[in-house]
């Protein structure tokens, strides 16, 4: 089997909740009495589980530097702790719900305008900085599990879509999430077995996330 990361190499996982999950230093610590671990217990840590697993000779350092509550301006925020000071071989980012969320919980609102600047200069920044770093643009997803959150559709359509678009320019490889838990809802997967809220996904749900984390990973040369 064709391994998907140079050996030796660093993967970095950067975000927002759904990548923090409860790792040790994270803001959902709490989540987990016995301790999330680094990787905390979501699609972050059981990406790297699999690799290892699947590939036990070849040695990867995983990093999770996800942060719950994080917009895209919160990630330009910590740049230069959070992303250039690790000089990670591969980078992964998903970022988005909570530049649509806050509008709705705190009347905070991200444009999409705004929002596609800030994605632009994070990614200028990472580009320029960091010129041989594989990147991975992850894009928000909203699962029909709460009716309370489908208005959120109206603010997340369009900054899924400067995701999209950004990542034509500037990643190497792009996970469309969203699509992907669409598909499983239309192959009949129940939506509490992918998110318990709409927004953070159940252990099933971030199994498949995992999976096609390193899916992705894997349609590129290391």
């Not at 990630?75 to 998903?94: F, G, T, W």
């Not at 719900?97 to 929002?115: C, G, H, L, V």
Request: charged share 30%; hydrophobic share 35%.
């Amino acid at each position: 089997m064709k391994t998907i990361f140079k050996a030796e190499s660093t993967v970095l996982f950067q975000g927002d909740s759904i990548t923090d999950w409860g790792r040790d230093g994270g803001l959902l610590m709490d989540m987990f009495p016995e301790g999330g671990g680094a990787l905390g217990k979501g699609y972050a840590y059981r990406a790297a589980k699999i690799y290892e697993l699947l590939f036990p000779n070849h040695p990867v350092k995983f990093i999770n530097r996800g942060v719950s509550g994080d917009r895209c301006q919160n990630l330009l925020e910590r740049y230069q702790k959070d992303i250039l000071e690790v000089h990670p071989d591969y980078l992964s980012i998903m970022i988005g719900i909570n530049d649509t969320w806050r509008r709705y919980d705190s009347n905070d609102i991200t444009s999409k305008e705004q929002f596609e600047a800030n994605l632009t200069e994070l990614l200028e920044k990472i580009k320029k900085d960091l010129p041989d770093t594989k990147l991975m643009l992850i894009e928000p997803f909203l699962v029909p599990t709460d009716p309370e959150k489908e208005v959120f559709w109206e603010d997340l359509g369009p900054k899924i879509e400067v995701t999209r678009h950004l990542a034509r320019k500037y990643a190497d490889v792009y996970l469309p999430m969203n699509g992907i838990l669409t598909n499983c809802l239309i192959e009949k997967v129940p939506t509490e077995d992918l998110s318990y809220d709409g927004v953070h996904l159940s252990d099933p749900g971030c199994a498949i996330m995992a999976r096609e984390y390193l899916k992705a990973w894997a349609s590129i040369e290391a």
